[in-house]
C-alpha cells in the first residue's frame, strides 16, 4: 500500500508531503501537471498539482526510487507552499487517488521493515527529532550512526563463539584423550562479555538524566543567597528574593543548558529549626530534593556550625557536592578546615548577587556531572525498552557464569546463553519481533516520519 502523510509542522512558508511504496509515482502522475512514472532516480521535477483543471499549487517534486529511498521503497516527497488549505488539499488528492495516510513512524517501520536501519537505529530518528541541546542530540545520532548496533553485533559474536566452544566441549565429551578450551578461558570470555552489557546498561541512568536534566539541588541555610544563585544561573526571576530568612517554602526548579548539557536546577527551603509548619514541609522537601539530586550545591555565607556540616554531609552520601561560598562581596572568606579536611569537595566562591563567579561555577557543575564523552566513542543508553533487554540479558548471562563456577556440564548452559543472545537481539530487532512491540515503538514518533 502506498502512504502519505505531511512531514513538516504546519505555520511554516514551506510544507513537505511525503508519499512511499509502490504505486508512489503513478498517483503522483494523476495529480501533477507532468508524468513521473519514468522519472530517474534522485530528481527534482517541477510543475503544478492540480484538482481536475483548477490548480492547486506550484510545487517541486523529488523522486526516490527503491531502494535507494529512506524507506526503501519508491517515494517522493511534494515540496508544497506552506498553507494549511493547499496541504490538506494535496492530502487529499493523493487519498482520492489511491494513497493512504500513514501511521506515525510508518515511514520509518517501513524503512526498518525492508532492511535500511535496525530497530535502534529507527528509535533514535524519533530521539534525534526530540532532541533539544548538544548532549542529547549526540546521544541520538551516535545511536542513528550506528555504534550501540555495532557493540551489540560485537556482543553477538563473542556470545557465538561461546556458544560453540561449548558445544565442541559437548560433541567430543566422550573423547578424553582430546583437549578443550580451558574452562577458564571461556569462564574470563563470560565474563568479559557480563561486564559490557552492565556497563551498557549501567551508562541508562546517565542517559536518562541527560534526556531530563541532570538533577542539581541548591541547599544551605536560610539566607545564604539560594533563590538570588538560580536567579543568576536561569538569567530569569523564577523564586522570590527577600532578606527575610525562609521566604522560599517550596522547590523551584528550571532547567539550564551548560555547555550543551541540560542541567535541572532545583531551589529549596533554606534549613533551620522553625515552628512554621509549612516551612516544615518545605524543609522535609529540600531533603527529598538532596536525595533525588546528582549534584548538590550547599551555599554557605558563613563558617557552617559542625551541626550543619553533619546534617548535610550525612545526606549527600553518592552525591557530588560543591561548596558554594556566597557574599564574598561582603564577609571575610570563611575557613572551611572542619569541612574541606573530611573529604575534598570543590569551594567556588562567588556573589550571586553581583554576578562573580558564575562561570566557574558552571564549569565546576559540569565536571561534577562526569559525563562520558559522548562526541567519542562511549555509549550511553537512552531507551527504557533497551535497558529492559540488557538487563535480562545480564541476568541469563550471571546464570551461565554461575553454572560455569558450579562446573555444570555445557549443555545446561547453553541455553542460558541461547536466550542471552536472543534477548540482545531483540534491541536491534534481529530477532523476530512481535507486532505488538513494534506498534509501541512506531506510534510514539510523528507522522510524517
Ligand atoms: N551582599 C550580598 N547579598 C546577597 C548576595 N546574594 C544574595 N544576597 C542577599 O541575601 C538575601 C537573601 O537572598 P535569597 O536569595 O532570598 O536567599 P535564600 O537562600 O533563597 O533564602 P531562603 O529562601 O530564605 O532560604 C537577599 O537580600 C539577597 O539580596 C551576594 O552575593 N552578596
Ligand atoms: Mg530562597
Same mark, same amino acid.
Given at each position: 500500500?502506498?502512504?502519505?502523510?505531511?512531514?513538516?509542522?504546519?505555520?511554516?512558508?514551506?510544507?513537505? @508531503?511525503?508519499?512511499?511504496?509502490?504505486?508512489?509515482?503513478?498517483?503522483?502522475?494523476?495529480?501533477?501537471?507532468?508524468?513521473?512514472?519514468?522519472?530517474?532516480?534522485?530528481?527534482?521535477?517541477?510543475?503544478?498539482?492540480?484538482?481536475?483543471?483548477?490548480?492547486?499549487?506550484?510545487?517541486?517534486?523529488?523522486?526516490?526510487?527503491?531502494?535507494?529511498?529512506?524507506?526503501?521503497?519508491?517515494?517522493?516527497?511534494?515540496?508544497? $507552499?506552506?498553507?494549511?488549505?493547499?496541504?490538506?488539499?494535496?492530502?487529499?488528492?493523493?487519498?482520492?487517488?489511491?494513497? %493512504?495516510?500513514a501511521g506515525p513512524g510508518e515511514?520509518? *517501520?517501513?524503512?526498518?521493515?525492508?532492511?535500511?536501519?535496525?530497530?535502534?537505529?529507527?528509535?533514535?530518528?524519533?530521539?534525534?527529532?526530540?532532541?533539544?541541546?548538544?548532549?542529547?542530540?549526540?546521544?541520538?545520532?551516535?545511536? !542513528?550512526?550506528?555504534?550501540?548496533?555495532?557493540?551489540?553485533?560485537?556482543? &553477538?559474536?563473542?556470545?557465538?563463539?561461546?556458544?560453540?566452544?561449548?558445544?565442541?566441549?559437548?560433541?567430543?565429551?566422550? $573423547?578424553?584423550?582430546?583437549?578443550?578450551? /580451558?574452562?577458564?578461558?571461556?569462564?574470563?570470555?563470560?565474563?568479559? @562479555?557480563?561486564? %559490557?552489557?552492565?556497563?551498557?546498561? %549501567?551508562?541508562?541512568?546517565?542517559?536518562?538524566?541527560?534526556?531530563?536534566?541532570?538533577?542539581?539541588?541548591?541547599?544551605?541555610?536560610?539566607?545564604?543567597?539560594?533563590?538570588?544563585?538560580?536567579? &543568576? !544561573?536561569?538569567? /530569569?526571576?523564577?523564586?522570590?528574593?527577600?532578606?527575610?530568612?525562609?521566604?522560599?517554602?517550596?522547590?523551584?526548579?528550571?532547567?539550564? /543548558?551548560?555547555?550543551?548539557?541540560?542541567?535541572?536546577?532545583?531551589?529549596?527551603?533554606?534549613?533551620? *529549626?522553625?515552628?512554621?509548619?509549612?516551612?516544615?514541609?518545605?524543609?522535609?522537601?529540600?531533603?527529598?530534593?538532596?536525595?533525588?539530586?546528582?549534584?548538590?550545591?550547599?551555599?554557605?555565607?558563613?563558617?557552617?556550625?559542625?551541626?550543619?556540616?553533619?546534617?548535610?554531609?550525612?545526606?549527600? *552520601?553518592?552525591?557530588?557536592?560543591?561548596?558554594?561560598?556566597?557574599?564574598? /562581596?561582603? $564577609?571575610?572568606?570563611?575557613?572551611?578546615?572542619?569541612?574541606?579536611?573530611?573529604?575534598?569537595?570543590?569551594?567556588?566562591?562567588?556573589?550571586?548577587?553581583?554576578?562573580? #563567579?558564575?562561570?566557574?561555577?558552571?564549569?565546576?557543575?559540569?565536571?561534577?556531572? *562526569?559525563?562520558?564523552?559522548?562526541?567519542?566513542?562511549?555509549?550511553?543508553?537512552?531507551?527504557?525498552?533497551?535497558?529492559?533487554?540488557?538487563?535480562?540479558?545480564?541476568?541469563?548471562?550471571? %546464570?551461565?557464569?554461575?553454572?560455569?563456577?558450579?562446573?555444570?556440564? #555445557?549443555?545446561?548452559?547453553?541455553?542460558? !546463553? &541461547?536466550?542471552?543472545?536472543?534477548? !540482545?537481539?531483540?534491541?536491534?530487532?534481529?530477532?523476530?519481533?512481535?507486532?505488538?512491540?513494534?506498534?509501541?515503538?512506531f506510534t510514539n514518533f510523528c507522522v510524517?516520519k
Amino acid at each position: 500500500m502506498t502512504i502519505c502523510a505531511l512531514a513538516t509542522a504546519p505555520g511554516g512558508a514551506i510544507g513537505i @508531503i511525503r508519499i512511499s511504496g509502490p504505486q508512489t509515482l503513478e498517483i503522483l502522475s494523476r495529480v501533477f501537471s507532468k508524468d513521473l512514472r519514468n522519472a530517474h532516480p534522485n530528481t527534482i521535477h517541477y510543475g503544478h498539482i492540480k484538482n481536475g483543471k483548477e490548480i492547486v499549487d506550484e510545487v517541486l517534486v523529488s523522486v526516490f526510487r527503491s531502494p535507494h529511498s529512506y524507506t526503501g521503497e519508491d517515494s517522493a516527497e511534494i515540496s508544497c $507552499h506552506g498553507s494549511r488549505y493547499i496541504l490538506s488539499k494535496v492530502l487529499a488528492l493523493l487519498i482520492e487517488n489511491g494513497c %493512504r495516510q500513514a501511521g506515525p513512524g510508518e515511514f520509518t *517501520q517501513r524503512a526498518y521493515l525492508n532492511g535500511k536501519m535496525d530497530l535502534s537505529q529507527a528509535e533514535a530518528v524519533a530521539d534525534l527529532i526530540a532532541s533539544t541541546n548538544r548532549a542529547s542530540h549526540q546521544m541520538a545520532m551516535s545511536q !542513528l550512526r550506528g555504534h550501540f548496533s555495532n557493540e551489540l553485533a560485537t556482543l &553477538r559474536e563473542q556470545l557465538l563463539k561461546l556458544t560453540s566452544l561449548l558445544e565442541l566441549e559437548l560433541d567430543f565429551s566422550d $573423547h578424553e584423550d582430546l583437549e578443550f578450551a /580451558d574452562r577458564s578461558q571461556l569462564y574470563e570470555l563470560a565474563k568479559t @562479555i557480563d561486564n %559490557r552489557i552492565t556497563q551498557l546498561a %549501567r551508562s541508562f541512568e546517565t542517559g536518562q538524566a541527560i534526556k531530563q536534566g541532570i538533577p542539581v539541588a541548591i541547599v544551605g541555610k536560610t539566607n545564604v543567597g539560594k533563590s538570588t544563585l538560580l536567579h &543568576r !544561573l536561569l538569567k /530569569d526571576e523564577r523564586a522570590i528574593v527577600s532578606n527575610i530568612h525562609g521566604t522560599t517554602r517550596d522547590t523551584i526548579e528550571d532547567t539550564i /543548558d551548560i555547555h550543551g548539557v541540560n542541567f535541572r536546577f532545583i531551589d529549596t527551603a533554606g534549613i533551620r *529549626q522553625t515552628s512554621d509548619q509549612v516551612e516544615q514541609i518545605g524543609i522535609e522537601r529540600t531533603y527529598q530534593a538532596i536525595s533525588k539530586a546528582r549534584i548538590v550545591l550547599w551555599m554557605i555565607d558563613a563558617e557552617p556550625s559542625t551541626e550543619e556540616i553533619s546534617n548535610i554531609t550525612q545526606r549527600i *552520601q553518592n552525591k557530588s557536592l560543591i561548596v558554594v561560598v556566597n557574599k564574598i /562581596d561582603k $564577609h571575610e572568606i570563611p575557613l572551611l578546615s572542619a569541612l574541606t579536611s573530611h573529604r575534598p569537595h570543590p569551594v567556588i566562591k562567588i556573589a550571586a548577587k553581583y554576578a562573580q #563567579g558564575i562561570p566557574q561555577l558552571e564549569q565546576a557543575i559540569y565536571d561534577a556531572a *562526569q559525563l562520558p564523552d559522548i562526541t567519542h566513542s562511549d555509549i550511553i543508553i537512552t531507551n527504557a525498552r533497551h535497558y529492559d533487554a540488557l538487563i535480562r540479558a545480564h541476568e541469563s548471562i550471571q %546464570r551461565v557464569i554461575t553454572g560455569m563456577d558450579q562446573q555444570l556440564p #555445557g549443555d545446561l548452559l547453553a541455553e542460558d !546463553l &541461547r536466550l542471552t543472545i536472543d534477548t !540482545l537481539a531483540e534491541i536491534t530487532g534481529g530477532q523476530i519481533t512481535p507486532n505488538e512491540v513494534l506498534g509501541n515503538i512506531f506510534t510514539n514518533f510523528c507522522v510524517g516520519k
